[in-house]
């Protein structure tokens, strides 16, 4: 049993990639369930449950939410290699946790700046021609408008065609 409560057999293997867990397990990368304990159960490094607390701690919306809860996986991962595995020197072995810490922070940091330009793109702002409309109801090429500037005009280039009337 996880501290969620749920079993280990609750998690999706193989990971579900169009769902928002498989997304960030994607991300993360926690695709492999492997038996880290010797005990003979395989599992993800982060349960399906941990994921979708990360994710409902995120803000904004998906996909920038997914990156965020992406990148709040790896800082968690990140934490836990550092106080970990430290600085380890054998005669044949050499590991740091410094290091291993320092690179999972910036891949965070590059999920975070990745989820900050996807919001931005989809903020539903849209920048369109300006259009105006005679309000004579004469044809653009009356006042020396191209009729190709009459964009969404559909060939109407009367004040009526224009307006539907």
Known sequence: MSA???SVTDDVFPP??????????????????VDYSGEGTPEYMFSDAHLAGLYAISSGDDPARIYRAAA??????????????????TEDLQTDGAKLASALLNGAKALEDRADIT?????????????????????YSLHGFPSS???????RETLAGWVGV
């Not at 500037?149 to 060939?155: E, F, L």
Request: include cysteine; proline fraction near 4%.
């Open 149 to 155: 500037w009459t964009a969404g005009s559909g060939g």
């Open 4 to 6: 969620m409560g749920t």
């Open 16 to 33: 579900d990639y169009s769902s928002k867990i498989g997304k960030i397990r994607a991300l993360v990368p926690d695709v492999e369930q």
């Open 72 to 89: 709040s996986a790896l800082r968690a991962l990140a934490i836990s290699e550092g106080l970990i595995q430290k600085v380890i020197r």
């Open 119 to 139: 919001e931005e793109e989809g903020c539903g702002m849209v920048i369109v021609d300006f259009q105006p409309v005679p309000q004579d109801g004469f044809a």
